[in-house]
């Protein structure tokens, strides 16, 4: 099973543990939030230490650059991916992406597979959201989350659409719709972790990608309900 850190500086961090701990090994570490713009110094526990090196994924919700950027350099031939949470413009971005094994998402459910056996396996479970809507005849039985949003989102709206769509007969326009709308009752951290972030950009990006994982999961199920009459 894939072990996988996420470090923090601040009160990020906790609710993409909580997720992802349910799929593979996770642990959190909290570094100390830095009260100046430059550190001269950074300071990890040894323990903390042993605990990044010995993972296969370090995810980062540092929020301060130079933590984020020490991390990253300290790191990255430790572990087989690293990926940043939090950052800040295109430049520093582009530093952080130089190291070959960085992903700097612009929020984090858009993960994707890349071709990396470790950083695959991990968003096979986690990252850009995926369901599978189940039909008893053509009403619905169960919507289940085949991957899931870090922050834990896509439970939230899969919970809403089995609460209300329950032995209904699902609208192709309507339940996407409402999938991704309900989304934006979720309390999204995304744009928060970033300064001049367009904090309902991501909420809108985050709701599409919610509406259009529900819209597929539908498509994908009435096609094969419709299969399975063909051959009946």
């Known amino acids: 099973m894939l072990k996988i850190a996420i470090v923090t500086d601040g009160p990020y961090g906790d609710r993409a543990r909580d997720t992802i701990n349910m799929e593979f090994e996770t642990e959190l570490i909290e570094i100390e939030q830095p009260t100046s713009m430059f550190i001269d110094e950074i300071e990890i526990p040894e323990k903390d230490i042993k605990a990044i090196e010995n993972s296969d994924i370090l995810i980062t919700y540092t929020t301060h650059p130079d ?63 995926k369901i599978e809507l189940i039909l008893d005849g053509n009403k619905l039985q ?32 309507n339940l996407p719709t409402e999938a991704g ?41 009435l096609r094969r309900l419709e299969n399975r009459s063909i051959k009946m």
């Open 67 to 129: 933590i984020t950027l020490e991390l990253v350099e300290r790191f990255s031939n430790k572990v087989d991916w690293i990926i940043v949470a939090a950052w800040n413009g295109d430049g520093f971005k582009n530093q952080l992406k130089s190291y070959k094994n960085v992903t700097c998402p612009y929020i984090m459910c858009e993960l994707e597979e890349n071709g990396n056996p470790t950083f695959d396996e991990f968003v096979s479970k986690i990252g850009k959201p």
């Open 142 to 173: 169960e919507a289940v989350v085949l991957r899931s949003s870090p922050c834990g989102s896509t439970a939230f709206v899969a919970d809403y659409i089995n609460e209300k769509y329950l032995g209904e007969i699902p609208d192709s326009d």
């Open 181 to 221: 709308l309900k989304l934006q009752h979720y309390p999204c951290r995304a744009a928060k972790m970033r300064l001049f972030s367009d904090e309902e950009c991501k909420k809108q990006k985050a709701s599409g990608l919610h509406k259009d994982a529900f819209e597929e999961a539908l498509k994908f199920a």
